[in-house]
């Protein structure tokens, strides 16, 4: 359901607020921006102060599996009762990538757009998406605190977006081929690993971020603070990992089913994972486990973020407000396979068992979690007496570390 998200940052020209019913310079909650959040100044863009009626639609660019109407399983349709109560028509655009994302969102034909942590300060940085008054999005208060007001979701103690859900990139090992049971992502970046060319990666310049955090605790003296913020030195480190990595690599994934099967024939048997793939190649009878790595790891957060130029900012505040609704905010949670973003909506889950499986409410296991953040030229760490590696120059990297 997940396509591999590659992001290009490149520049662009700010683009003109759209009102909803009138302009103001706030809107958000108060909280405080995290440190180094600031890296850069967006364009001065303004949130709505209240809401108008509703327009009759809404255009949204989504990932699969964010907006379901009932076409791909009939069971599964949370679009038709939005559209039902409030009058407002679903027109959906599935994005594979968070590049064709940012370049649909560009064209100024979309009102809003779940973004993922690899591309929203971008959406942000080019004027592309405006602050949102979190004020009129009523099921907001209570989305968990540990996903509000994150560096990839507001900048400077505003809000750009509703948070949508959660998930960590684990480590899942064959039982029967792995021996003893890894606690670490050592299994996967051993040179001399035993698994030669059975070890798979996620194939996205973001996964740069998991060699960093490897080498965040393996070696202390590159002082690694935050994965996505990589001077030269650390940065080079980086590479060089994935580059001897490389070696072992069978096979980098980005379509999950691919993983799921490679997984269940024992062509992979050790790598990078998410729970709901975990789920389906258990769900077959294959002897896997996954576990969040002594290290932590990364993953992430997607947002739900209105353009700046919505031609329907009415009816996509509603549709902020809709999907992140306990019933809503669970039916794509289970569907999709992530921990929702609404603490009401685990007691809607169909399987009651759900966000204890995927975490939902263990705040101290996603604190280990880095969720991917757009890497920027300053660095997100809070250093100002080096640059850090911006995306492009990620991008640029991992094309060289595939070869």
């Given at each position: 359901?997940?396509?591999?998200?590659?992001?290009?940052?490149?520049?662009?020209?700010?683009?003109?607020?759209?009102a909803?019913?009138?302009?103001?310079?706030?809107?958000?909650?108060?909280?405080?921006?995290?440190?180094g959040?600031?890296?850069?100044?967006?364009?001065?863009?303004?949130?709505?102060?209240?809401?108008?009626?509703?327009?009759?639609?809404?255009?949204?660019?989504?990932?699969?599996?964010?907006?379901?109407?009932?076409?791909?399983?009939?069971?599964?349709?949370?679009?038709h009762?939005?559209?039902?109560?409030?009058?407002?028509?679903?027109?959906?655009?599935?994005?594979?990538?968070?590049?064709?994302m940012?370049?649909?969102?560009?064209?100024?034909?979309?009102?809003?757009?779940?973004?993922?942590?690899?591309?929203?300060?971008?959406?942000?940085?080019?004027?592309?998406?405006?602050?949102?008054?979190?004020?009129?999005?009523?099921?907001?208060?209570?989305?968990?605190?540990?996903?509000?007001?994150?560096?990839?979701?507001?900048?400077?103690?505003?809000?750009?977006?509703?948070?949508?859900?959660?998930?960590?990139?684990l480590?899942?090992?064959?039982?029967?081929?792995?021996?003893?049971?890894?606690?670490?992502?050592?299994?996967?970046?051993?040179?001399?690993?035993?698994?030669?060319?059975?070890?798979?990666a996620?194939?996205?310049?973001?996964?740069?971020a998991?060699?960093?955090?490897?080498?965040?605790?393996?070696?202390?003296?590159?002082?690694?603070?935050?994965?996505?913020?990589?001077?030269?030195?650390?940065?080079?480190?980086?590479?060089?990992?994935?580059?001897?990595?490389?070696?072992?690599?069978?096979?980098?994934?980005?379509?999950?089913?691919?993983?799921?099967?490679?997984?269940?024939?024992?062509d992979?048997?050790?790598?990078?994972?998410?729970?709901v793939?975990?789920?389906?190649?258990?769900?077959?009878?294959a002897?896997?486990?996954?576990?969040?790595?002594?290290?932590?790891?990364?993953?992430?957060?997607?947002?739900?973020?209105?353009?700046?130029?919505?031609?329907?900012?009415?009816?996509?505040?509603?549709?902020?407000?809709?999907?992140?609704?306990?019933?809503?905010?669970?039916?794509?949670?289970e569907?999709?396979?992530?921990?929702?973003?609404?603490?009401?909506?685990?007691?809607?889950?169909?399987?009651?068992?759900?966000?204890?499986t995927?975490?939902?409410?263990?705040?101290?296991?996603?604190?280990?979690?880095?969720?991917?953040?757009?890497?920027?030229?300053?660095?997100?760490?809070?250093?100002?007496?080096?640059?850090?590696?911006?995306?492009?120059?990620?991008?640029?990297?991992?094309?060289?570390?595939?070869?």
């Amino acid at each position: 359901m997940r396509s591999t998200r590659l992001v290009i940052v490149t520049a662009a020209l700010a683009l003109a607020a759209a009102a909803c019913g009138g302009g103001s310079t706030g809107g958000s909650t108060g909280a405080t921006a995290a440190p180094g959040q600031s890296g850069f100044t967006p364009p001065r863009l303004s949130a709505p102060a209240s809401l108008g009626a509703a327009e009759g639609q809404v255009n949204l660019v989504a990932w699969a599996g964010y907006a379901e109407d009932g076409s791909n399983d009939p069971k599964v349709d949370w679009v038709h009762p939005f559209e039902q109560a409030s009058g407002c028509k679903v027109n959906t655009k599935t994005a594979g990538t968070s590049d064709e994302m940012f370049n649909l969102m560009k064209t100024g034909e979309y009102d809003a757009v779940s973004a993922s942590g690899d591309a929203s300060l971008r959406l942000i940085a080019s004027g592309t998406v405006a602050p949102v008054n979190t004020d009129l999005v009523p099921n907001y208060a209570n989305v968990f605190d540990g996903l509000k007001m994150k560096p990839w979701n507001s900048v400077n103690g505003v809000a750009y977006g509703v948070p949508h859900g959660r998930g960590a990139n684990l480590l899942m090992w064959r039982t029967d081929k792995v021996t003893p049971a890894p606690d670490s992502w050592g299994v996967v970046f051993d040179p001399a690993s035993p698994y030669k060319g059975k070890l798979t990666a996620y194939d996205s310049p973001i996964y740069i971020a998991d060699a960093a955090l490897y080498l965040m605790a393996t070696k202390p003296d590159l002082g690694i603070k935050d994965p996505y913020a990589l001077d030269d030195t650390q940065f080079q480190a980086a590479v060089d990992l994935l580059k001897q990595q490389k070696q072992n690599i069978g096979e980098y994934w980005s379509d999950y089913t691919k993983a799921v099967q490679a997984f269940k024939s024992g062509d992979t048997v050790a790598g990078t994972t998410w729970q709901v793939i975990a789920n389906l190649v258990q769900a077959d009878k294959a002897p896997v486990e996954a576990v969040l790595p002594k290290e932590g790891a990364t993953g992430w957060s997607d947002t739900w973020m209105v353009a700046a130029e919505a031609k329907h900012p009415n009816c996509a505040y509603k549709w902020l407000d809709w999907i992140i609704s306990p019933k809503a905010n669970a039916q794509v949670a289970e569907w999709f396979g992530e921990a929702p973003s609404n603490k009401e909506a685990c007691a809607q889950t169909s399987d009651k068992k759900f966000c204890d499986t995927f975490h939902a409410t263990d705040e101290a296991y996603f604190e280990k979690v880095h969720f991917w953040t757009t890497p920027i030229a300053q660095c997100l760490d809070g250093r100002t007496d080096v640059k850090c590696k911006d995306y492009a120059e990620w991008t640029r990297a991992w094309t060289e570390i595939k070869g």
